[in-house]
């Protein structure tokens, strides 16, 4: 499953989208598609941190929400060990949970994907589809395409970069099968190629005569 959507109203960067000190979110494996983002204009460079900008290409994990809470990082910059961290331990540090609504406030200020971002899914997500979210993954980063299929029923565990859908780290809490493995790892790409090939032949004159970033198909050989 493949998707798209376009963007061109401010700087696509983690200096504008992800403010704030990040989330833990814990969600049960519901399905994955990959999804381009379109960047156009002038204004989705952040120029003065170039190595903040988001990327283009993302793939998305969509969760039943199972837990939430901020992420703890000390004043020293270290992050507390949530798997060692268990009640009745010496250096236990109680975690305040987030409900569904609480998350989506934080993540997309009230709904589950924030605004202008893929407006098409607001209707699969929270609140439209109660405790669904989704996690989008660096489709470039190390292992982005070794995450694991946890199946239905069973939990992935994601770290936010700041208070937002996009993903620092990601993590199976059960389950070692890769979802792309063989030809899963072909058909979903082939999906991706179908996907971008269609939204950019319907992409309006306009557009295209701004100057556009997508995906980069030979990178998906």
Not at 100 to 114: I, N, R, T
Not at 143 to 165: C, E, H, N, P
Not at 188 to 212: D, F, I, N, R, Y
Request: charge should be negative; hydrophobic fraction near 45%.
């Amino acid at each position: 499953m493949s998707a798209s959507s376009s963007w061109s109203h401010a700087a696509f960067s983690v200096d504008t989208v992800c403010q704030g000190d990040g989330v833990l979110v814990d969600g049960t494996f519901v399905a994955t598609r990959m999804h381009s983002m379109f960047l156009s204009g002038a204004a989705v460079k952040n120029v003065a941190n170039q190595e903040k900008n988001l990327p283009s290409r993302f793939i998305v994990v969509v969760v039943d929400l199972v837990q939430a809470h901020k992420r703890s990082i000390a004043a020293n910059g270290l992050e507390l060990n949530y798997k060692q961290n268990v009640a009745g331990s010496r250096k236990y540090v109680p975690l305040t949970l987030l409900n569904a609504d609480e998350l989506a406030k934080l993540v997309g200020d009230g709904a589950a994907l924030p605004a202008q971002l893929f407006d098409d899914g607001q209707a699969a997500v929270h609140p439209a589809t109660p405790n669904r979210f989704e996690m989008w993954i660096d489709a470039s980063a190390p292992g982005a395409k070794d995450i694991v299929d946890v199946g239905m029923g069973q939990t992935y565990r994601f770290l936010t970069r700041g208070s937002s859908v996009f993903v620092e780290r990601h993590e199976s809490l059960t389950g070692t099968a890769n979802i792309f493995k063989g030809g899963a790892a072909k058909d979903l790409s082939a999906s991706w190629t179908k996907g971008v090939a269609a939204a950019a032949a319907t992409t309006s004159a306009a557009v295209a005569h701004e100057q556009k970033e997508g995906v980069d198909e030979s990178e998906w050989d």
